[in-house]
């Protein structure tokens, strides 16, 4: 897979780049702000790029409107934002606005190969992936009022799996399930936030802001 | 406060309307019962109405001169008004068939002197201020070639002041005809004089009237006045010097004409004088009502007051009042805003109040409106008001400054707060995540190699480093929160909501974002009142906030009765952002809650 990663920090991009280079991503390309990175991609057309939400000039969602513009200019291109930010309305931002082929994980999460990678593989295939600890954040939430309260514990995990970035089967693994019956899950789930019958990834991508907003 | 005062309509009843009256009474007086020689003047045949007429103009001429002398406030119009309206009784006091030679000689010579008198007065009731340097040139010519002629005329008209010497004063043929010719001449010159003075005042005042609207009160009257004025010396003039020269006209077009020029005089003359007792009556109105100023003084008038009370004395709505702030040499509004002593418009003047030599403050009003004069007729009461108003302008003002400071304080202090996160962010703990990715990678290295034992030692490393990391985030959060800045006070609070150890219920109706002190001192508040509400082992929170108005109210309340502390640190946050904050118990519970301006 080939990979252009834009990050200000040098020694943080360096770390970034070897640890992709270790789970097997081919890296095209680097970028220590998002106009070089909008060139390199245009230059490189890469599978995916992985961009800091913090670069110059202001360091504060640069990363946002980079991957809107990547996400617009170059739809097969799928982005990943990483982000030291841990409030789901970063997530909600970048989701909101393009809600397919993007993806919202903490900075630290390149050390897991399996979930980079992982969660790479699913941008381009234009799902959307939201960092596990921003779910369990909102899963674990205190409240009274809970719009997800009609789903059950099970129904509630299966969703939590989803907006990570899980496909069914990998949901079916990780719980020890069949197949069959995550599908019935997500059709449950699926009733009960009343979305309506749509495109499969669509309605994935629904649920998940629905979490997000909750 | 003004009600005291006649208005327009009634002053003109009050004076105007008794001294035509009175004038006319004279005047009829004067013809029946023969007082006048119909044959000199002011109308040879003699004709009752232009006689009553004449006489009216001269005494509201007389009337007006008099009273603007006697309430001085516009002198040089008194002067001139007066001056004017002895001269144009001189041609009647000719015609009175009395023996006094002396009086007949004053008569016939101030003749020479009336219609640059009237002309003079005819500028000066149409231009505020000293007369244009090329008028008073002009005036000054006319002065001094009347002067002369009334010299001579004064000397001349009847030798040795002897009224019958010019027909009996046989055995002084030479001193009589001597007399005569230069009487001759005198004439013809006081008729040039007429002549040139009817010219300028009626071309000018035309020329006035249609170039642009005169500002002064009864300005177009008069120069009306100036214009019926300069036909009816013109043509007179044009007469006199026609005499002179030897040119006789048939006796019934003498008479008409005669008659002409003594109706237009006296209405053109009506016309300035009445324009005249205008300004005076609005002059005197004016000072009435500056003095009266202090009638309508409470003891401790609402500010504002002494502004609309001079503007309404000023008789001008867009008087503007400043006041002087010692301490910074500068002007300040009622309200204590900083504003500009100069003039803000064209046309504007400003004109400065003092007391005891000290400035207290300006006024800034038309410029035609002599100021000046109404200013000295403010009592001290005013002034004292004025110089109260004045403190508590300052006041305001610094009170502004200080609140202005406040906010700067709290501005600082937020920048630094924002450099510090960033520093953290982009700093310390972006090193922190390279150290811990460069562990990982040696981690893996050190797994291939097998390495058991290594590899748990990195692995210990990275977690205590992941450990900072997280701290670290923390950290930069309690600083500056991002998501605050950048997502706005909403998405903050329910971020906030993510991780608060109870329920945080918002229910938030906000257009958007709202300034970052007002924003931030409404989040502050939420985690001041979640803090607490924890603490005290509420059940939850519920967070209200509406910023639909002009202001964003913010509230925080759980269901228990005992109140919530208000600390001083966000009473000073929410005190920099204009606000106030408040706790208290409603029946749903303690609360506190915070009133921010949003404009």
New interface residues.
């Given amino acids: 897979m080939r990979v252009i990663v834009a990050e ?2 040098m ?2 991009r ?3 780049v ?2 992709l280079v ?1 789970a097997g991503v081919d890296v095209v390309g680097q970028a220590a702000d998002g106009d070089a990175a909008l060139s390199l991609v245009a230059r490189e057309r890469p599978d995916a790029v992985v961009l800091d939400i ?1 670069m110059p000039p202001t ?3 640069e990363g946002l409107v980079i991957a809107g513009r990547i996400r617009d200019g170059f739809p097969d291109i799928g982005v990943l934002v990483l982000s ?7 997530a ?2 970048l989701l909101q606005e393009h809600p397919e082929g993007v993806g919202y994980l903490l ?2 999460r ?2 897991d190969a399996g979930s980079i990678v992982d969660a790479l593989r699913r941008v381009c295939d234009g799902e959307t992936v939201v960092d596990p600890t921003i779910v369990s ?2 899963m674990g ?5 809970d719009p997800l309260a009609d789903l059950t514990a099970r129904e509630r995990d299966v969703l939590g799996l989803v907006a990570e970035g899980l496909s069914n089967r990998a949901i079916a693994q990780r719980l020890v399930v069949t197949e069959r019956t995550v599908e019935t899950h997500m059709t449950a789930i699926f009733g009960k936030l009343g979305l309506e019958e749509s495109a499969d990834q669509h309605r994935r991508v629904l649920a998940v802001l629905a979490l997000l907003r909750a | 406060m003004t009600a005291s005062w006649p208005t327009a309509a009634t002053w003109f009843a009050r004076v105007v309307v008794p001294l035509v009256a009175i004038g006319f009474l004279i005047g009829i007086a004067v013809v029946q019962h023969g007082f006048a020689d119909p044959a000199i003047a002011p109308t040879r045949n003699g004709d009752t109405w232009a006689v009553a007429l004449h006489v009216s103009a001269g005494m509201v001429l007389i009337g007006g001169g008099i009273g603007a002398l006697l309430l001085g406030v516009t002198i040089r119009a008194g002067l001139v008004g007066t001056l004017a309206g002895m001269a144009w009784f001189g041609p009647m006091l000719t015609g009175l068939v009395i023996d006094q030679p002396l009086v007949r000689a004053l008569g016939a010579a101030s003749a020479a002197l009336m219609v640059p008198l009237l002309a003079h007065l005819v500028l000066s009731a149409t231009s505020p201020g000293t007369l244009p340097r090329r008028s008073a040139r002009v005036l000054a010519v006319l002065y001094a070639l009347g002067s002369i002629a009334s010299l001579v005329l004064f000397v001349t008209y009847a030798p040795f002041f002897d009224v019958r010497c010019v027909e009996t004063c046989r055995s002084r043929e030479a001193i009589a005809g001597l007399g005569s010719s230069a009487w001759m001449m005198a004439r013809t010159i006081a008729g040039v004089v007429t002549l040139v003075s009817g010219v300028w005042i009626g071309v000018s005042s035309a020329w006035r009237v249609l170039r642009h609207r005169p500002a002064m009160p009864g300005g177009t009257m008069a120069l009306l006045g100036g214009v019926v004025i300069g036909i009816a010396a013109i043509i007179g003039g044009l007469f006199v010097v026609a005499r002179g020269r030897g040119l006789e006209t048939s006796t019934a077009i003498r008479d008409d004409l005669e008659a002409a020029v003594s109706i237009g005089l006296s209405l053109g003359t009506l016309a300035v004088a009445v324009a005249v007792l205008r300004a005076v009556a609005h002059s005197f109105a004016a000072r009435r009502r500056m003095r009266s100023i202090a009638d309508g003084l409470a003891t401790a008038p609402s500010p504002g007051s002494l502004g609309s009370a001079l503007a309404s004395a000023l008789d001008d709505s867009n008087v503007r009042v400043a006041y002087w702030w010692t301490q910074e040499r500068s002007y300040v509004d009622v309200l204590g805003r900083p504003v500009d002593g100069s003039p803000t418009s064209p046309g504007q003047v400003v004109t400065a109040i003092q007391r005891r030599g000290a400035p207290i403050a300006i006024v800034e009003h038309r410029a035609d409106i002599d100021a000046e004069a109404f200013i000295r007729e403010l009592r001290p009461s005013v002034l004292v008001a004025l110089d109260n108003e004045r403190l508590r302008a300052t006041q305001l003002a610094q009170l502004r400054e200080l609140r202005a400071s406040r906010a700067r304080i709290c501005e600082v202090g937020d920048a630094e707060r924002r450099r510090l996160e ?1 520093d953290l ?2 700093g310390a ?3 922190l ?2 150290i ?3 562990l ?2 040696a981690r ?1 290295v050190a797994d291939r190699g097998g390495d058991g034992d290594r590899a748990s030692r990195l692995a210990s490393a ?1 977690s205590l480093a ?1 450990g900072i ?1 997280d701290e670290l ?1 923390r950290l ?1 959060r309690a600083i500056h929160p ?2 605050l ?3 706005g006070l909403v ?2 609070l ?2 906030l ?9 918002v229910h938030a109706q906000v257009p958007g974002r709202l300034p970052i002190a007002v924003e931030t001192a409404a989040y502050e508040l939420v985690v001041e009142a979640l803090d607490q509400a924890s603490h005290r082992g509420s059940a ?1 929170l519920t967070v209200e906030v509406d910023g639909l108005g002009d202001e964003l109210v913010v509230e925080a309340s759980d269901s228990r009765p005992e109140p919530l502390v208000a600390p001083v640190r966000l009473a000073d946050r929410v005190g920099a952002a204009g606000g106030r904050l408040s706790v208290g118990a409603s029946p749903r519970g303690a609360f506190m809650r915070a009133v921010l301006p949003c404009a």
């Fill in positions: 200000d920090v020694i943080t360096e770390g970034i070897r640890l270790e913090r360091h504060t969602d030291q930010y841990v409030e789901a309305a970063w909600m931002r900075k630290e390149v050390m954040r909102l939430r205190q409240r009274r009022h | 960033r962010h982009d703990q972006q090193h995540l390279a811990a990715f460069e990982r990678v893996l990275e992941m990391v985030r930069c991002q998501v800045s950048q997502t998405p903050a329910a971020a909501a993510e991780e608060a150890p109870i329920p945080l219920e939850e």
